[in-house]
């Protein structure tokens, strides 16, 4: 990799940030060939390498994918103008085939959160963690091109406006590297900063790493105690029964909080207390900020339900009865978990937030020459990502087996996948998803609260090791689409098949729908004891819609071809998870979607539910609500065009910038799905997807698309390609001769 810096000595030797040039650093290029970046693909594990030798450059050349995630011209061919659908399909298909990647897959970024970069930067630094020079740089680039053009500062993602947590965070971040604090972009960040009232007024996630930095003291960091893990499992608000996400992340939060671990005081530490603040450091009453919140991050306030109870923790538990004896068992057995987490994943970890917190932890308890800390180190690296404005961190290691599968799906429902041309693409992309299938269970999973795995696959790669009901559910319809289709190979036999149908009828609630990793295990009460201020939706397993059609599709498939396997059990799940897709239908007609923009997303996957079991717009009232619900909202030029706002406000809401092929194609399946009898919205749709199709097959990035916890955006990329390629493909078939252009 070269010369890489260490983030102490970084602090003392800072450069002169006077413009918008790379690290003046003894020993550090002052710029960046962006063309010297690889990225490697290991069975699915992403990591990139900046080869800063020419003859390491030449023997190991920029791939098209390498040069497509770069922004750096492919020079690919102008494909013939298609006039029908299925010759746009196919242009786009021609280009996005020469992006997979050699073990089947298609890479790609997973950013837009701005929590995400600072995890992993804070890790780095509180380890004492080396940073590659060219890593240092394309992080400032990073940061840079998403500082707020008018208001300056960061935001919680790279689409809104700036607050204190993306700003306080990102700072930071970039004085660590050796930004200047007087560089433009860091005075206007500082001036946006100070305008929200300063560090003081961020969210408990931001004051959580700040005071474990040393730059804001302890006392500002409301409670995480590690003793609520030793509460009986019965209890209804015990940590086993939150969601993942925050479950994993509290775990180790809650053993350095405990400990109140501060990395060394440095320079730079000294100048951030000074430059995050509006009021000189030791004057700061700590302890009376911990529930002051910037309006602008306060997304889901804190109920007088943990205010009580985190006052009661500082006030009396902490001081007065919290017994030595009783913490250190507390976190012995939080230490215990984060290792089971790390065994259970060779310590990937479930994603880019406690992957980063767990690296800490054992630097703390291990030591800087633990294995655990060097296995750590090396597993963050595939939260990285580099892209043309510079390195980011993706949400996780990557979406591997979630975009390969609805790939497959696509070209087999164009009716493509007996193609002599497209055939060895999906040979290869039937080997990955073979290769990521899960093959047992975690190892002592009742003891670290974990669901049956074995046959599933992980939204990523098979070492991340979660399932998710709609990663399973999907990458399993396109296993079966594939081997049922003539001349593909047999990769998976009947019982590998068969553990995946068992780990998917795992997932089902007590209402019928499906939740996201586990079965729900508590109820909306819990979000009374949701302290992230940032985050909405975050402290229980909810129902979704769009997990629970994944899982109808894909046991409907499955039920076609070994009619005979557990008949009664699918039968039952198949009508209760339908039933509750009809009770969860918005009064307007639309179905709400958690997992990207919003109401569009959400009634695709509805109305595909209620057409396995033969309900259309024909004969079903709610398959009807749902099209007249999407043709409601057709724009003028055939478009969709939803905002992430809808996420937020559980209202739809357009998006300022107009319509979004991504949206439209959601909008376009789901009425095709349902068997929507009118051409004209249908084929204005089409048009639009084909109109913004460039010439040699790739369509345009516009809006982020996805979206997590009604507040936070985060981009997938390959949508343009697979939701289109689908769309066109769906409407070729039913509309095999008709013309759009």
Known sequence: ?????????????????????????????????????????????HTWHYLDDDEAAKEWPLSLADKYYLNIPLNQPTLPLPTRPLDALQNGLTYFSKLQLPSGHWGCEYGGPMFLLPSVVFAWVATNTPIPWPYAIELRNYLFAHAHPELGGWGLHTEGDSTVFGTSLNYTVLRLLGVDAEHPIMVKARARLHSLGGVIKAPHWSKFFLAMLGVCHWDIVNPVPPELWLLPDWIPVTPWRWWVHIRMVF?????????????????????????????????VDWAAERNNIAEIDNYHPKSWILNAFSWTIMNVWNPFLRPKWLVSRAEAWVSRLVDMEDLNSDY??????????????????????????????????????????????????????????????????????????????????????????IREDCID???????????????????????????????????????????????????????????????????????????????????????????????????????????????????????DYRRHDLEVFLQRAVQYIKTAQYPEGGWYGSWAVCFTYGTMFALESLSTIGETYGNSSHAKRGCDFLVSKQREDGGWSESYHSCEKLKYTEHPSGSQVVQTAFAI???????????????????????????????????????????????????????????????AKRYPNEKII
């Open 251 to 283: 775990l180790p939060m809650s053993w350095i909080w405990s400990k109140r671990w501060t990395m060394p005081e440095t320079e730079v530490i000294r100048e951030l207390r000074q430059e995050l603040l509006t009021q000189p450091w030791e004057t």
């Open 669 to 731: 399946i789901g009425l095709l799905q349902a068997e929507y009898p009118h051409m004209e919205p249908l084929r204005k749709g089409i048009k639009l997807i084909m109109d913004r199709q460039l010439p040699n097959g790739e369509w345009a990035q516009e809006a982020l698309e996805g979206v997590f916890n009604n507040s936070v955006l985060i981009s997938y990329p390959n949508y343009k390609f697979i939701f289109t390629i689908m769309a066109l493909g769906k409407f």
């Open 348 to 437: 990937a970890d479930l994603a880019s937030v406690n992957g980063p917190l767990n690296t800490i932890l054992c630097y703390i308890r291990d030591g800087p020459d633990s294995y655990s800390l060097r296995r750590h180190r090396e597993r963050l690296e595939e939260f990285l990502w580099v892209n043309a404005e510079g390195m980011l961190v993706n949400g996780t290691n990557g979406v591997q087996n979630w975009d390969t599968a609805f790939l497959i799906q696509a070209v087999v429902h164009a009716g493509l996948a007996e193609d002599p041309q497209w055939k060895p693409m999906l040979v290869k992309a039937l080997g990955f998803l073979e290769s990521q299938q």
């Open 445 to 563: 999973a009742e003891i670290c609260y974990r669901q049956k795995r074995k046959g599933g696959w992980a939204f990523s790669n098979k070492d991340q090791g979660y399932p998710v009901s709609d990663c399973v559910a999907e990458a399993l319809k396109a296993v079966i689409l594939l081997q049922k289709a003539p001349g593909y190979p047999q990769l998976l036999d009947d019982q590998r098949i068969y553990d995946a149908v068992d780990t998917l009828l795992e997932y089902q609630n007590p209402s019928g729908a499906c939740s996201s990793y586990e079965r729900t295990r508590a109820g909306p009460y819990l979000e009374y004891l949701n302290g992230a201020e940032v985050f909405g939706r975050i402290m229980y397993e909810y129902d979704y819609p769009e997990c629970t059609t994944a899982v109808v599709t894909g046991l409907a498939l499955f039920q076609r071809y070994w009619p």
């Open 1 to 45: 990799m070269g010369e890489s810096y260490s983030t102490e000595s970084n602090m003392r030797l800072r450069a002169s940030w006077k413009d918008d040039r790379p690290l003046k650093h003894p020993g550090i290029p002052t710029k960046i060939d962006r063309s010297r970046w690889r990225m490697r693909s290991d069975s699915g594990r």
